[in-house]
């Protein structure tokens, strides 16, 4: 099954962020967005790869992505 | 038996309460056989008829009296003095019956303040949220601050912006940044309205602001979190001082993503303020939690108050994670806001609608102060006003704008 997640580059990898993203694709995760001045990229991936991608260097968590729901235009309560 | 008080008579019923001793409790044909040992009393109907242990109100309001079998207690429809005299000369053997008291009417305990007029009231000139912040006496506007709204847009068209500063850019695939919901109009519309709209009355904190409308809910109202941090990162890299978020997820983790965005956001001067969550339901006894991205220590979570300054019914409470707690309150309850045309303008409630009141007013104190990002969270902190409810709900107090 495919996850779509969230990595959040290490602190000490926060200059090298292309770098990271390319042992992520080349880990198998395909890359949808290298956020460099958050130092976060995001993706998806096989979730069987996941824990192969979290023991690269430089990576400082991988999260599923949450979704978010706002109500209907007509509620009152928003 | 029984004595009311002197000071404060009790509303009664005209029928009378039974109480029969411990060795008739649960004996619904000794509790029969008493009651009707009681001059006139013929039909009794009990709890104890019903296999659920129910009693049917037709059946009861049509009987002389109605055994509740298992606590032991009947009401007669008899008046109570005529009744407890019945009592004292039956004699009834062994002490059957305990006393014969009135019965009282009983109220709900209502949660609203009776006849109080609320403290706070929308008027001719500002919203009550305004008032209630100090935005209506505040000489600061938030010139040359820009502020970021990440929701589901903006109406552009709006007369209320016209000749406004507006950056916009959608990061929802195939959808432009035009708002085709209304929650993102009315959250900017609190943020950074303007201080003379067309039509009605102010609404708007940071008038001058100027307004960087980051699309990251469909028109639908959903998302995800890499739009989410798309826009944030549009935002940093523009210079924006304050991150509006009015979305939430109701997830008690933090979320290592929103942490260390929101840390590298403080040090990047940007202050990141998110609604703690609508998941209360304080009347019903659910105080709720502040969920992602909110729960997060660096991301200022944003509770909701009412006219009356009490927490709203539906604002999460703090959530026991590390930064799970709320960090301030705003106006949140019955908010007076722009709406995508022909509508205008709409009044709605939501945690989502207090965040941008802390926003445009944290861009009021960054041109008032020019201070840095984690300045401007503890002068925030710092002025907000003490309310008399618990930090868990309202952390430290109404948000206030500058002098």
Not at chain 2, 238 to 248: A, D, I, K, T
């Amino acid at each position: 099954m495919v996850d779509h997640v969230t990595v959040t580059v290490a602190d000490s990898h926060a200059g090298v962020i292309d770098e990271v993203a390319a042992q992520l694709r080349q880990a198998g995760m395909d890359v949808e967005q290298v956020l460099g001045t958050l130092g976060v990229i995001t993706g998806s991936i096989d979730d069987a790869l996941i824990a192969a991608i979290e023991a690269l260097p430089g990576v400082g968590a991988v999260e599923q992505q949450a979704s978010f729901q706002i109500p209907p235009p007509d509620a009152e309560l928003q | 038996m029984s004595t009311v008080p002197a000071e404060r008579v009790p509303e009664t019923t005209g029928r009378s309460v039974v109480v029969f001793s411990d060795a008739l409790r649960g004996d619904r044909d000794a509790i029969a056989t008493a009651l009707r040992s009681l001059a006139d009393i013929t039909s009794v109907v009990g709890t104890a008829d019903d296999p659920g242990g129910a009693l049917d109100p037709d059946a009861a309001a049509a009987a002389d009296a109605i055994a509740f079998d298992a606590l032991g207690v009947a009401v007669v429809a008899r008046d109570p003095s005529t009744l407890a005299a019945m009592v004292q000369f039956a004699a009834a053997p062994g002490g059957e019956i305990l006393a014969v008291e009135p019965e009282r009417v009983m109220h709900a305990i209502a949660v609203e303040r009776p006849g109080v007029a609320a403290r706070f009231a929308d008027d001719n000139a500002f919203t009550w949220g305004l008032r209630a912040t100090g935005v209506d006496a505040s000489s600061a506007t938030g010139r040359g601050i820009r502020v970021a709204v990440l929701d589901t847009g903006l109406d552009l068209e709006h007369p209320d912006f016209a000749g406004r500063s507006v950056t916009a850019r959608s990061f929802v695939t195939g959808a432009p940044a035009r708002d085709g919901h209304g929650h993102g109009t009315h959250v900017t519309g609190t943020a950074c309205g303007s201080a003379r709209p067309a039509v009605g009355r102010r609404y708007g904190v940071a008038a001058e602001a100027e307004i960087f409308t980051g699309k990251v809910l469909d028109d639908g109202g959903a998302g995800t979190d890499a739009s989410i941090l798309a826009g944030i990162d549009w935002a940093i890299t523009n210079g924006c001082r304050v991150v509006s978020m009015s979305l939430g997820a109701d997830i008690r983790q933090v979320s290592t993503a929103y942490e260390t965005v929101g840390r590298r956001a403080l040090a990047a001067n940007v202050l990141i303020v998110a609604a703690a969550g609508n998941n209360a339901s304080r009347a019903r006894g659910n105080l709720g939690f502040v969920g992602v991205p909110a729960n997060s220590p660096s991301v200022m979570a944003v509770a909701a108050v009412d006219a009356d300054l009490a927490i709203a019914d539906f604002s999460a409470a703090s959530n026991p994670v590390e930064g799970g707690q709320i960090d301030i309150a705003a106006p949140g309850v019955d908010v007076y806001s722009s709406w995508p045309m022909p509508r205008r303008t709409n009044t709605i409630s939501g945690t989502s609608m207090a965040t941008p009141h802390v926003a445009g007013i944290a861009a009021l104190w960054a041109q008032a102060t020019g201070a840095g990002a984690q300045a401007l969270w503890d002068a925030l902190v710092q002025a907000a006003q003490g309310l008399d409810l618990p930090a868990s709900d309202v952390g430290a107090g109404l948000v206030r704008a500058p002098g």
